[in-house]
């Protein structure tokens, strides 16, 4: 089970748990909000964080909307 401090998306080193504090906070609903959020930069850059992840894990943006969505997080 990835923990709060696992880098997801490396170009902005924002964390699980910065990402997740920011899914629960805008009740984001799909991990393509995110990168959309101008205010907010995250997988705007080299994009391996969006689905596949940074080391081909599916350590992503898309895993993290989904955890929170389920409650995991």
């Known amino acids: 089970m990835p923990d709060e401090h696992m880098m997801i998306c490396y170009c902005h080193d924002k964390t699980l748990g910065q990402i997740v504090d920011y899914i629960k906070a805008h009740n984001i609903e799909r991990w393509e909000e995110i990168v959309a959020d101008l205010e907010y930069e995250c997988g705007d850059t080299c994009e391996n964080c969006h689905t596949e992840g940074y ?19």
């Open 55 to 73: 080391n081909n894990d599916g350590m992503s943006l898309a895993m993290a909307v989904g955890m929170v969505k389920r409650g995991y997080i």
